[in-house]
Each structure stands twice: as C-alpha cells, then as structure tokens.
C-alpha cells in the first residue's frame, strides 16, 4: 500500500493565512486592538469595512487591506481641533487710561430703628 500523502498546504491567497483579524491588523498597524475597535466605530474613511465575521470578531481578506498603510491618515482619525477659549475682558490688554469707576450713594431713606419695613410701605 503506497503512503497517504499530506494534504497539500493551503496557499496564502485561499487559506487562513489570507485573513486578517483585529489582533494581526494591529500588530501590522502598531496599534492597540481597541484602536482598530475605535476606527471601526468611527468609520474612518481609509479603513475598510471588514470581509466578514469569524467567532464573532471582524476579519479582512489580504487584498482587502493592501496599501493600507499607505492610505491611513497619520495621527488620530477623528480627533476635534484643539479648543482655545476667546480671551476674556481680564487677559486683554488695556490701552489708554484706567477706567474710573463713579460710586453713588442711594437716597432711599433710612429704616428708623425698632420699626419694621413692611410697616413704612
């Protein structure tokens, strides 16, 4: 009897090895694994849409994901511009003289002692 020969090993473009999950896009990336979870979120406009669903978790076909080193956008997808309050009155600078605040005194008349002011109403 002649002996069983192996299976032939699958290829890369039709095997296992063709696909990409959270974890091996990152490590190609030089992210976190929660960063690829964020992109996908966010829908960042370089990152494709996975291929499908294996165990519950994304994945991406080789050829899905080519070039895409060259097509993300370099520091953070999606990050705000940095917020800088408008000055107030008090960091401004003040050109000219200071200006001069004017007190007045009031004319209401005075409560005499011992009344209330419920009863001068």
């Given at each position: 009897?002649?002996?069983?020969?192996?299976?032939?090993?699958?290829?890369?473009?039709?095997?296992?090895?063709?696909?990409?999950?959270?974890?091996?896009?990152?490590?190609?990336?030089?992210?976190?694994?929660?960063t690829?979870?964020?992109?996908?979120?966010?829908?960042?406009?370089?990152?494709?849409r996975?291929?499908?669903?294996?165990?519950?978790?994304?994945?991406?076909r080789?050829?899905?994901?080519?070039g895409?080193?060259?097509?993300?956008?370099?520091?953070?997808?999606g990050?705000?511009?940095?917020?800088?309050?408008?000055?107030?009155?008090a960091d401004?600078?003040?050109?000219?003289?200071?200006?001069?605040v004017?007190?007045?005194?009031?004319?209401?008349?005075?409560?005499?002692?011992?009344?209330?002011?419920?009863?001068?109403?």
């Amino acid at each position: 009897m002649p002996p069983a020969e192996d299976p032939p090993a699958p290829t890369p473009e039709h095997g296992l090895d063709d696909l990409y999950d959270i974890g091996r896009l990152a490590t190609r990336l030089g992210v976190e694994h929660a960063t690829i979870r964020v992109w996908l979120s966010r829908n960042v406009p370089w990152l494709p849409r996975p291929d499908g669903r294996l165990n519950g978790g994304a994945v991406w076909r080789a050829t899905t994901l080519e070039g895409i080193e060259d097509r993300r956008a370099k520091g953070r997808p999606g990050r705000k511009p940095k917020f800088v309050p408008a000055p107030v009155a008090a960091d401004v600078a003040r050109t000219g003289p200071d200006p001069t605040v004017v007190t007045t005194t009031s004319t209401t008349p005075a409560v005499p002692a011992g009344t209330t002011s419920a009863a001068h109403t």
